[in-house]
């Protein structure tokens, strides 16, 4: 009987043991991000941004001129060699 006694006592240990563990952690995010920072927007699907030198664009009557200047030139500089270029070219004569 004392033999009973001693593992009934050592089965209630080891059972009340088990039940006073704690659960096992989550694991832990993938790719190092921490919890709770949100995901990274997603890629912007718009126009290109524009171009930083001018373009010129001229049509008349049948008679295009299209000019696109460098990047080094500012608006103005391009429009006075737009305008050199149509005094110089002209329309075409009928």
Not at 55 to 67: A, L, P, S
């Amino acid at each position: 009987m004392k033999n009973v006694l001693i593992a009934a006592a050592a089965l209630t240990m080891i059972s009340s043991a088990a039940l006073a563990q704690e659960p096992p952690k989550p694991p832990a995010p993938p790719s190092g991000e921490a919890p709770g920072t949100p995901p990274p927007p997603p890629p912007h699907k718009g126009p290109p941004p524009p171009e930083k030198s001018a373009h010129i664009r001229v049509e008349d009557k049948g008679f295009k001129v299209d000019v696109k200047c460098s990047e080094d030139e500012s608006t103005n500089e391009c429009a006075e060699i737009v305008y050199k270029l149509l005094d110089r070219v002209g329309p075409p004569k009928k």
